[in-house]
């Protein structure tokens, strides 16, 4: 790319500099209805990868500790940010008092009938419902989607399209997933499965959490080159 005198500093330094997974990287001009995803974990993974949030790199969080493997993709939707408007809209579909938000972005599930050989990629996915998890008194929604252009899955628009079996072996895992052999796993719990249009209001509330949270970090930047 031949060198352009004019460019800003701001739009050069996007081009030296890797994009922050969680900060750098756009929700997506569509969202929700099609959003970006960071994949962390694969179904192959015998390893917990998950993002370090200070540095923008995968990390090992631990090795699973029983044979349960992810049976989806999984990771985080950029730019999200689950706090207040998460937890208070957790609280008002469970009917549960002070729940709040778990402090990371949203976790996202996508379902391909292609298999991934390692996490660390970027794709576009469609949110087709979720699962409404609480973890202590924290709200910790993993949204399930669909890879957009997927052969098998990418025409679904709704969690209504999916196979029952296919829902309860997600739901098993992130049941089970924070067991340790000691036994003091944290008990987790899923109230409910919701559809495409509550997806949405999820993603709409974690991304509001953010903006609040981190603010416009990509006008700022732009402002201050």
Same mark, same amino acid.
């Given at each position: 790319?031949?060198f352009?005198p004019?460019? =800003? *500093?701001?739009?050069?330094?996007?081009? /030296? $500099?890797?994009?922050h #997974?969680?900060? +750098?990287?756009?929700?997506?001009a569509?969202w929700?209805?099609?959003?970006?995803?960071?994949?962390?974990?694969?179904?192959?993974?015998t390893?917990?990868?998950?993002?370090?949030?200070?540095?923008?790199?995968?990390?090992?969080?631990r090795p699973?500790?029983?044979?349960?493997?992810?049976?989806?993709?999984?990771?985080?939707?950029?730019?999200?940010?689950?706090?207040e408007?998460?937890?208070?809209?957790?609280?008002?579909?469970?009917?549960?008092?002070h729940v709040?938000g778990?402090?990371?972005?949203?976790?996202?599930?996508?379902?391909s009938? =292609? *298999?991934?050989?390692h996490?660390?990629? /970027? $794709?576009?996915?469609? #949110?087709?419902? +979720?699962?409404?998890?609480?973890?202590?008194?924290e709200?910790?929604?993993?949204?399930?989607?669909?890879?957009?252009?997927d052969?098998?899955?990418?025409r679904?628009?709704?969690?209504?399209e999916?196979?029952?079996?296919?829902v309860?072996r997600?739901?098993?895992y992130?049941?089970?997933?924070?067991?340790?052999?000691?036994?003091?796993?944290r008990?987790?719990?899923?109230?409910?499965?919701?559809?495409?249009?509550?997806?949405?209001?999820?993603?709409?509330?974690?991304?509001?959490?953010?903006?609040?949270?981190?603010?416009?970090?990509?006008?700022?930047?732009?402002?201050?080159?």
């Amino acid at each position: 790319m031949p060198f352009d005198p004019g460019a =800003r *500093s701001s739009d050069l330094l996007h081009l /030296l $500099l890797k994009s922050h #997974p969680w900060h +750098g990287v756009p929700i997506g001009a569509e969202w929700p209805r099609i959003v970006t995803v960071y994949v962390e974990i694969v179904p192959t993974d015998t390893v917990k990868y998950e993002l370090d949030k200070p540095s923008g790199f995968l990390k090992v969080d631990r090795p699973q500790k029983f044979s349960s493997v992810c049976p989806s993709l999984y990771g985080l939707i950029p730019q999200t940010y689950c706090s207040e408007r998460v937890g208070a809209l957790c609280a008002a579909r469970t009917g549960r008092e002070h729940v709040k938000g778990d402090g990371d972005p949203l976790d996202i599930c996508v379902l391909s009938e =292609r *298999s991934f050989s390692h996490g660390d990629v /970027l $794709l576009q996915a469609i #949110p087709i419902g +979720g699962l409404r998890m609480i973890d202590g008194h924290e709200a910790d929604d993993k949204i399930i989607a669909v890879l957009k252009g997927d052969a098998a899955y990418g025409r679904w628009k709704d969690i209504s399209e999916c196979a029952g079996t296919l829902v309860e072996r997600l739901r098993h895992y992130f049941l089970t997933y924070k067991q340790v052999p000691d036994g003091t796993s944290r008990i987790t719990e899923i109230t409910h499965v919701y559809d495409a249009c509550e997806a949405h209001e999820v993603i709409r509330a974690s991304h509001e959490d953010y903006k609040e949270k981190f603010g416009d970090l990509t006008g700022e930047l732009a402002r201050r080159m």
